[in-house]
Nanobody, 118 residues
Framework: QVQLVESGGGLVQAGGSLRLSCAASGSIFSIHRMGWYRQGPGKQRELVAIEFSGGDTIYADSVKGRFTISRDNDKNTVSLQMNSLKPEDTALYYC????????????WGQGTQVTVSS
């Protein structure tokens, strides 16, 4: 099992910045993907950014150029620097990790709330 704990959410004005962090613990090995999803009010959960173990990244089109993901494999952490925040970025942000071990095992954090006021 892998446990994920997020921190860093909060309330910020439009145009501001926040940094989310996620720490993984437990049976941490063969973590292939690690990153962030979000779920806004009345919306489905969507991918925000993912970093693969080899360093490649994927970003949602809506956050490209504004958000930056960074992963530290030695410390088993992943962070999301969010700049130029918009009200539409308001959501519950979930840390995500995919472990490759006897198949694919997906793990989620409890979520951290980000609220952007206009």
């Amino acid at each position: 099992q892998v446990q994920l704990v997020e921190s860093g959410g909060g309330l910020v004005q439009a145009g501001g910045s926040l940094r989310l962090s996620c720490a993984a613990s437990g049976s941490i090995f063969s973590i292939h993907r690690m990153g962030w999803y979000r779920q806004g009010p009345g919306k489905q959960r969507e991918l925000v950014a993912i970093e693969f173990s080899g360093g490649d990244t994927i970003y949602a089109d809506s956050v490209k150029g504004r958000f930056t993901i960074s992963r530290d494999n030695d410390k088993n952490t992943v962070s999301l620097q969010m700049n130029s925040l918009k009200p539409e970025d308001t959501a519950l942000y979930y840390c995500y990790a995919q472990q490759v071990f006897r198949g694919l095992n997906n793990y989620w954090g409890q979520g951290t709330q980000v609220t952007v006021s206009s």
